[in-house]
C-alpha cells in the first residue's frame, strides 16, 4: 500500500487512516507526509490506547465507527484503509468515505475478495467462514458514491503451513473471525473440529483486492437539489 502511493501527486492536510489497528500505517503515513495531520481511527479502543503509548506525535486518535465518523463533510483530503474495509458493510463505509473527503480527494484501500480461505471454507461450510466482496461489486459501489475513476486490482498470496493445526493457530493469532450475521452460534464440538482438520489442506489462500479513486464533485446539495454546472460560451 505505502509503495503504491509512490505513483500518485498528493500533499493532503489531513489524513484519515480507517482501521488504524495498531497504528504502523499510521506511523508510515506520517513519515510520508509530515507536514499532515493524521488521524488514526478505530473501532477498537484498547488498539487505540496501545497505538497511542507506541507512537505519541503529532496525530489525533478516533475511536469510532466506519460508517458514521465524527467528522464534518468535505474534511478530510485523504482517507487510507488497509486491511479493515472486509469487517464492514461496504457500502454504508464508502458512502460515509464519500461524505468526509473533500472534492478531489483520495481514497485508498486493501481488503479481501471471494477467494479468501477458500479451502477452510470448502472443508467447515460456507456459514463458518466470513464472506468478502467482490472486486467489481466494490468498484460499482465506488461509482455510486460518487467517487471518479476507480482503479481495482487484486493478487492472490498462498501460505503454507506445516499441517492444518498450524494453519487454524495461525488465523487465531492473527485475530481473524467469522463476522456474519448467519454465523451458527454454538459450540461446534470436537467431532466438527477433527473431521475440519481431516479435510483441511495446509494452506490459506488470501484474495487480496486494492482500489483507488478520487472523489468527484458533489452532484447534490445537503437538502437533495441537484448541481448543474454552467460553462461560460468561449469568445469567438
Known amino acids: 500500500m505505502l509503495e503504491r502511493l509512490d505513483y500518485l501527486k498528493i500533499a493532503p492536510r489531513r489524513i484519515v487512516d480507517a482501521g488504524s489497528g495498531l497504528g504502523r500505517d499510521a506511523a508510515g503515513l506520517s513519515k510520508r507526509y509530515p507536514r499532515a495531520q493524521v488521524i488514526a481511527a478505530d473501532f477498537s479502543l484498547p488498539m487505540l490506547q496501545r497505538s497511542r503509548r507506541r507512537f505519541f506525535d503529532k496525530r489525533a486518535f478516533v475511536c469510532?465507527?466506519?460508517?458514521?465518523?465524527?467528522?464534518?463533510?468535505?474534511?478530510?483530503?485523504?482517507?487510507?484503509?488497509?486491511?479493515?474495509?472486509?469487517?464492514a458493510e461496504a457500502a454504508s463505509v464508502i458512502g460515509e468515505f464519500a461524505?468526509?473527503?473533500?472534492?478531489?480527494?483520495?481514497l485508498m484501500f486493501a481488503t479481501l475478495g471471494p477467494d479468501t480461505l477458500k479451502e477452510l471454507r470448502e472443508a467447515a461450510g460456507a456459514a463458518r467462514v466470513h464472506a468478502f466482496a467482490d472486486m467489481h461489486d466494490l468498484g460499482d459501489l465506488l461509482v455510486a458514491a460518487g467517487f471518479?475513476?476507480?482503479?481495482?486490482?487484486?493478487?492472490?498470496?498462498?501460505?503454507?503451513?506445516?499441517?492444518?493445526?498450524?494453519?487454524?493457530?495461525?488465523?487465531?493469532?492473527?485475530?481473524?473471525?467469522?463476522?456474519?450475521?448467519?454465523?451458527?452460534?454454538?459450540l461446534a464440538g470436537r467431532r466438527?473440529?477433527?473431521?475440519?482438520?481431516?479435510?483441511?489442506?495446509?494452506?490459506?489462500?488470501?484474495?487480496?483486492?486494492?482500489?483507488?479513486?478520487?472523489?468527484?464533485?458533489?452532484?447534490?446539495?445537503?437538502?437533495?437539489?441537484?448541481?448543474?454546472?454552467f460553462r461560460s460560451p468561449r469568445a469567438r
Open 64 to 87: 469510532a465507527d466506519f460508517a458514521r465518523l465524527p467528522f464534518a463533510a468535505a474534511s478530510v483530503d485523504f482517507i487510507w484503509s488497509n486491511m479493515a474495509l472486509h469487517w
Open 99 to 106: 461524505r468526509v473527503l473533500a472534492p478531489e480527494g483520495l
Open 148 to 186: 471518479a475513476a476507480p482503479v481495482m486490482e487484486m493478487e492472490v498470496l498462498t501460505f503454507t503451513y506445516p499441517d492444518s493445526r498450524a494453519l487454524l493457530e495461525d488465523l487465531r493469532a492473527s485475530g481473524q473471525t467469522n463476522a456474519r450475521r448467519d454465523r451458527p452460534r454454538g
Open 192 to 229: 466438527f473440529l477433527t473431521q475440519v482438520m481431516s479435510s483441511l489442506p495446509p494452506r490459506a489462500t488470501f484474495e487480496v483486492v486494492y482500489g483507488h479513486a478520487w472523489r468527484g464533485a458533489p452532484r447534490k446539495l445537503a437538502d437533495g437539489r441537484e448541481v448543474v454546472q
